[in-house]
């Protein structure tokens, strides 16, 4: 059964800092891009960060670019993002998601429609 599991979400205050952590069992998605979507309530998911199956290739919305990072572990199967300088604005709940056709393809992708699989999502408050 394919399952991603996010952790790390929570209340922080603005400027600070977020660890998130995307764990996948079922399967492997070594050989696969993942990536980091959010959705704050009212509004549509939004992109927020992709990798590559190898880490080569990262990705950022305009938003959290220079704040944000990505980052994988394909030996433990699990995807990070890291958030610094955290702002109101980025409360929300975050999904990782994974994709499962291209094999070891380098590109890397933004939208929804281009993810297979999807965590339940962590809730990241920041509060002013």
């Known amino acids: 059964q394919v399952q991603l ?10 400027g600070g800092s977020l660890r ?23 509004k549509e998911r939004e992109f927020v960060a992709s990798i590559s199956w190898n880490g080569g290739n990262t990705y950022y919305a305009d938003s959290v670019k220079g704040r944000f990072t990505i980052s ?5 199967n699990t995807v990070t993002l890291q958030m610094n300088s955290l702002k109101p604005e980025d409360t929300a709940v975050y999904s990782c998601a994974a ?3 291209g094999f070891r393809n380098t590109v890397v992708y933004t939208t929804p429609a281009s993810y297979n699989y999807w965590g339940q999502g962590t809730q990241v408050t920041v509060s002013s």
């Open 20 to 42: 998130l952590s995307c764990a996948a069992s079922g399967r492997t998605y070594n050989n696969y891009p993942m990536g980091w979507f959010r959705q704050a309530p009212g």
């Open 99 to 101: 994709r499962s056709v």
């Open 72 to 76: 994988r572990d394909n030996a433990n």
């Open 5 to 14: 599991v996010e952790s790390g979400g929570g209340l922080v205050q603005t």
